[in-house]
């Protein structure tokens, strides 16, 4: 029969192992669409797009701007916004011409000081939107642009930094020490914790 060391220690490690951060899978190629916007002015909504590419750079290979602006007149009445089921069929057909393998698509509305943040990831082979986000900021700036890129981040799965404080191998050292400090001085008693006492 396997000691107590050794069935807590196996125990600790497999736990630890278990809490490695799975690996994302970032799109090979993207471009980015003009923004829609409700209450944005157009100077702003090209910044933001701007934003996104520039962020969205950082991770993988972006399309130039122009390339897609140039594609988007084939679709006809070319469109951004996330909700309108034409746009993922358009971002399709021009992510195909320009060699990109999802397209980024989303909206900006902004009401008084509050700002509310639409984007979606249309995967160019599949024809459809992958994965969609969208985030309210209240009281925002002149630019939304650290949500912004936190939402970039997000929709293209970029691995967030691990604090120090969250890598497993950290707690797995920790494990091993709390528990070899608890089972060993037990395990290396002289005397056999399980002998029969003797009664009066």
């Given at each position: 029969?396997?000691?107590?060391?050794?069935?807590?220690?196996?125990?600790?490690?497999?736990?630890a192992?278990?809490?490695?951060?799975?690996s994302?899978?970032?799109?090979?190629?993207?471009?980015?669409?003009?923004?829609?916007g409700?209450?944005?002015?157009?100077a702003?909504?090209?910044?933001?797009?701007?934003?996104i590419?520039?962020r969205?750079?950082?991770?993988?290979?972006?399309?130039a701007?122009?390339?897609?602006?140039?594609?988007?007149t084939?679709?006809?009445?070319?469109?951004?916004?996330?909700?309108?089921?034409?746009?993922a069929?358009?971002?399709?057909?021009v992510?195909?011409?320009?060699?990109?393998?999802?397209?980024?698509?989303?909206?900006?509305?902004?009401?008084?000081?509050?700002?509310?943040?639409?984007?979606?990831?249309?995967?160019v082979n599949a024809?459809?939107?992958?994965?969609?986000?969208?985030?309210?900021?209240?009281?925002?700036?002149?630019?939304?642009?650290?949500?912004?890129?936190?939402?970039?981040?997000?929709?293209?799965?970029?691995?967030?930094?691990?604090?120090?404080?969250?890598?497993?191998?950290?707690?797995?050292?920790?494990?091993v020490?709390?528990?070899?400090?608890?089972?060993?001085?037990?395990?290396?008693?002289?005397?056999?914790?399980?002998?029969?006492?003797q009664?009066?």
């Amino acid at each position: 029969m396997p000691s107590p060391i050794v069935i807590v220690l196996t125990a600790v490690l497999a736990f630890a192992s278990g809490c490695a951060a799975p690996s994302a899978r970032v799109p090979a190629r993207v471009g980015v669409f003009p923004l829609d916007g409700v209450g944005v002015e157009r100077a702003r909504l090209a910044r933001l797009r701007a934003m996104i590419a520039q962020r969205a750079a950082r991770a993988t290979r972006v399309v130039a701007p122009e390339k897609i602006d140039a594609a988007r007149t084939a679709c006809g009445r070319p469109t951004s916004s996330p909700t309108d089921t034409a746009t993922a069929a358009c971002a399709s057909r021009v992510g195909r011409e320009v060699g990109a393998s999802h397209i980024v698509i989303g909206a900006v509305g902004g009401v008084g000081k509050l700002v509310v943040l639409q984007m979606s990831l249309v995967g160019v082979n599949a024809g459809a939107v992958t994965r969609a986000l969208e985030e309210t900021v209240v009281n925002a700036a002149a630019s939304p642009a650290a949500a912004l890129g936190a939402l970039t981040d997000q929709l293209l799965g970029v691995p967030r930094p691990t604090r120090w404080y969250e890598r497993w191998w950290l707690w797995t050292l920790v494990g091993v020490g709390v528990t070899a400090a608890i089972v060993l001085p037990l395990a290396l008693r002289r005397d056999d914790p399980y002998r029969p006492i003797q009664l009066p």
